[in-house]
């Protein structure tokens, strides 16, 4: 059934609401959208329309602009917030504004096509995926938003660890287009000023931290009765799940007012509302016509909030009130708070001794899942298992950024000129070796290989070039990695120790001294391995010369 037809038949139920499909995406189910207004009946509320708020975002007025987002209480299907939305999240982007049509050149360069795929994407490996909240999206829509992610994984590699990041991705595209919903996520990843989706584990631990802080303060009797129905444990579990408690358990409506103040003002926003959840709940579970049982509650505190969300007995507008009636609850003592607590986080995990702290961040960096599907679809030699490998081997920092094919022989042909053209800009690069004996091995070069062409202070070019990062491995059938011989400190092996990378018309030499670890010759057809004095490695094939049947080069995005 075409989606005009489902939207049709939906309508066809929903007296008096005409304008609820203008107001969603056309990848919305809005069977089940309530539609709550905070108006007594039969009256009209008298709401501020987008040209409204917008002149206030124009003029700088950002305190005007505030009051009247916390004060309209907009209903759930109104169409301001596909324009409202979107204006909001663009006044926090940096730098130049994204041309149209990037994002979808983005889709091209990941998925080779802009179709939405049939099978399930594999999202990347920052995502929770016991919180992949699709709300009222459709199948197709839940599709979308999976497309939407996974591009923001490709362009950010940068973020390790992100559970609210697709659930906000799946709110705004109840509203707006999918391109317009890439832009909306991109400006709230990296925005000007105010922190809206944390990135990295450490982070979404501090938020965590921080709202129990201030709740010990400003949600003081609430905290105390949480305490008392602990059975003596801390509370901690229950605050660690505090996003949750509004990105899992609200109503869509309550839902949807916190985000039209959320996109303007920053997690701050979130941080209020889980007090007034904190508040709300225990001046309901404690009044005297409660139906709430002080046993149940003990046996299944973890989700005696979620629960009551869920149920919230008061209005999105009373909501909103008690959060931001919060007294002496500034953004100051907020931002104070969150900064005592990551830097107490950050020394503690320094304190745990540095061994520890460089494996636990390599293990945060195997390849991003995205990684994976670039490698996967662009390698005619690499097994995952053999990707893995190979990422554990890579400097910490590269391995944050996305691998792209550059050169291959399957598809750009065996010539030198070719090999110079496609990858002697890109620093570093990777080269894969696939022999016709089935060998696998390489190096990860860490300097341009345009460098050939630099001369020296007489005018001469240099011979090699590189630097100690450098380093040969094999992957078949020995799985070994050979780093530079001088990395331990050992200065006193001469100038045969530091010979990293060479290169001219005739041929491509990677490790020098009493023999060449790789040597290829201009045609990349015929190569031989011995034994050298950069890496002290063994030939990386048994035979000593080798005939390429594939060699692959791969840069990374963005180093």
């Not at 939305?85 to 730098?95: E, R, Y």
């Not at 999976?146 to 390790?160: M, W």
């Not at 046996?299 to 959060?323: G, M, Q």
């Not at 931002?335 to 107490?344: D, P």
Request: a neutral charge; hydrophobic letters at 40%; proline letters at 6%.
């Amino acid at each position: 059934m075409p989606v005009n037809a489902i939207g049709a038949e939906q309508l066809s139920g929903i007296e008096e609401e005409s304008d609820i499909y203008e107001a969603f995406a056309p990848h919305v189910d809005t069977s089940n959208i309530s539609v709550l207004t905070d108006t007594p009946p039969g009256k009209k509320p008298n709401l501020k329309s987008f040209q409204d708020v917008q002149s206030l975002i124009q003029q700088g007025k950002k305190r005007e602009a505030k009051i009247v987002l916390r004060e309209n209480s907009w209903p759930t299907n109104s169409p301001i917030r596909s324009q409202l939305w979107p204006a909001l999240c663009a006044q926090h982007h940096v730098g130049k504004t994204m041309l149209d049509g990037f994002y979808w050149d983005m889709v091209n360069q990941v998925f080779g096509t802009t179709e939405l795929p049939e099978k399930p994407i594999m999202l990347p490996p920052f995502v929770d995926s016991t919180h992949c909240l699709p709300y009222h999206l459709t199948r197709k829509g839940r599709a979308v938003a999976d497309r939407v992610v996974s591009v923001l994984g490709y362009a950010c590699p940068d973020i390790t660890y992100s559970p609210t990041l697709y659930p906000i991705t799946s709110i705004l595209l109840h509203f707006m287009s999918e391109e317009e919903c890439y832009h909306c996520m991109a400006s709230l990843v990296a925005p000007k000023e105010k922190v809206f989706i944390t990135q990295t584990k450490l982070l979404y631990e501090v938020t965590w931290k921080t709202v129990m802080q201030i709740a010990k303060k400003h949600a003081k009797s609430a905290v105390n009765y949480l305490s008392t129905m602990c059975n003596g444990q801390k509370p901690e579990s229950i605050f660690m799940d505090w996003c949750w408690w509004i990105l899992g358990g609200l109503p869509f409506p309550h839902l949807v007012r916190v985000m039209d103040c959320f996109f303007h003002e920053g997690i701050k926003v979130f941080y209020r509302v889980s007090l007034a959840i904190l508040i709300l709940f225990h001046k309901h579970v404690t009044s005297s016509n409660s139906e709430w049982d002080t046993d149940a509650i003990k046996n299944d505190i973890d989700n005696a909030l979620p629960k009551f969300c869920k149920n919230i007995p008061v209005s999105p507008a009373k909501l909103l009130r008690t959060a931001f009636s919060i007294r002496a609850l500034s953004s100051t003592y907020i931002s104070r708070v969150f900064l005592k607590t990551e830097m107490l986080l950050k020394s503690k995990s320094v304190l745990s001794g540095p061994k520890q702290m460089v494996r636990s961040r390599s293990s945060d960096n195997l390849p991003t899942s995205q990684s994976q599907i670039n490698v996967q679809m662009m390698s005619h030699t690499l097994t995952i298992r053999e990707l893995f490998t190979l990422w554990s081997w890579l400097p910490v920092r590269i391995t944050m950024y996305q691998p792209i094919l550059l050169y291959t022989t399957e598809e750009h042909g065996c010539s030198l000129t070719t090999f110079y053209v496609r990858v002697e800009q890109h620093e570093p690069t990777l080269l894969m070796i696939k022999t016709c004996n089935n060998e696998v091995f390489g190096a990860y070069c860490s300097s341009r290989w345009f460098e050939r062409n630099l001369k020296d202070d007489r005018g001469q070019r240099q011979a090699y070039f590189g630097t100690g990062e450098t380093f040969l491995f094999s992957l078949y059938p020995e799985r070994a990695k050979y780093p530079w011989v001088g990395i331990e400190g050992d200065t006193g092996l001469g100038h045969a120790s530091e010979l990293f990378m060479a290169a001219d018309s005739k041929m491509i030499t990677i490790g020098g001294g009493e023999g060449q670890a790789i040597w290829m010759d201009e045609n990349i057809r015929f190569g031989k391995t011995d034994r050298c004095q950069t890496f002290n490695n063994p030939p990386l094939c048994a035979s000593g010369d080798f005939e390429i049947r594939v060699l692959e080069v791969y840069g990374f995005v963005g180093a």
